[in-house]
C-alpha cells in the first residue's frame, strides 16, 4: 500500500522561495518515477515537473523552467520540488504522485499516474 504525503507548503510573498517535499509513509519510493502537479481553484490539474527513479531525467512545464528544481534523495525516501522567484499565479494545491505498475508515456499527464498525495497549499500573495 501506498500513502503518499506533501508538505512545506505555504503563504510566501512574490518573489519569494518554497521547498515542498514529497514522501511515502508506507512504502519506497526509490523504484517510481514521481511528477508534481498542481491545481488553481476552478483550473485543470497541471503537470510542472517530473523525476525518474534514478533521479537521472527531469522534465518541466514551461510556466516553471529555470524557477522550480526537482530533486530526490532516495536514502531518505524523499522527493523534492524547490520553487524560487514564486508569483501569484504559482498559487495552487500542489501535489505529487506515482505510478505503480506500469510506464509513464507523458511525465506531466495527470492521467499516467495511479497514485496521489493530498496536496499541500502554496499562496502567493503580498
Known amino acids: 500500500h501506498s500513502q503518499l504525503v506533501e508538505s512545506g507548503g505555504g503563504l510566501v510573498k512574490p518573489g519569494g522561495s518554497l521547498t515542498l517535499s514529497c514522501t511515502d509513509r508506507?512504502?519506497?519510493?526509490?523504484?517510481?518515477?514521481v511528477g508534481w502537479f498542481r491545481q488553481a481553484p476552478g483550473k485543470e490539474r497541471e503537470g510542472i515537473s517530473y523525476i525518474s527513479d534514478d533521479g537521472e531525467k527531469k522534465v518541466y512545464a514551461d510556466s516553471v523552467k529555470a524557477r522550480f528544481t526537482v530533486s530526490r534523495n532516495n536514502n531518505w525516501n524523499m522527493v523534492y520540488l524547490q520553487m524560487s522567484d514564486l508569483k501569484p499565479q504559482d498559487t495552487a494545491v500542489y501535489f505529487c504522485?506515482?505510478?505503480?505498475?506500469?510506464?509513464?508515456?507523458?511525465?506531466?499527464?495527470?492521467?499516467?499516474?495511479?497514485?496521489w498525495g493530498l496536496g499541500t497549499q502554496v499562496t502567493v500573495s503580498s
Open positions: 504522485a506515482r505510478r505503480r505498475d506500469g510506464t509513464i508515456v507523458n511525465p506531466l499527464s495527470p492521467s499516467d499516474y495511479n497514485t
Open positions: 508506507k512504502d519506497s519510493l526509490n523504484y517510481d518515477d
